[in-house]
């Protein structure tokens, strides 16, 4: 459990959002000219990206690590309450059906047992 919890963290958490914010926000403010609106780029300046991404990375790291941990959270009271219920949704249309049954009754979408 704590092995799944921390891959989780770390895979949708640091590496699929804090990593990708770091590397757009460092980018985007290495091409931006001082004093000018946000939408005007100069040339690309390599020690305004050096010095932010010391900043930026590491607290790109601690805040993905946090969104992962509550998207994780989020997740296993989706899961516990889905399976209570005994209950998830069609694979093609979405809608809500119970563990008991065999075949949509919206699309008729049907599985083995």
Partial sequence: MLKEKRNFVIKNGVLGWG???????????????PGDGIFEFGSF????FLL????YFPLSLI??????LS?????????KDRLS???????????IISLNETKCSNCGWSWNK
């Fill in 63 to 68: 805040m993905g690590y946090f969104y992962g």
């Fill in 45 to 48: 300046d390599l020690k305004k």
């Fill in 19 to 33: 990593v990708p914010f770091w590397l757009i926000m460092v980018l985007w403010r290495s091409f931006q000219k």
């Fill in 52 to 55: 932010e991404s010391v900043v």
């Fill in 85 to 95: 219920k005994k209950e998830f949704n069609c694979f093609k249309c979405g809608s």
């Fill in 71 to 79: 998207m994780y959270r989020f997740w296993e009271k989706y899961k």
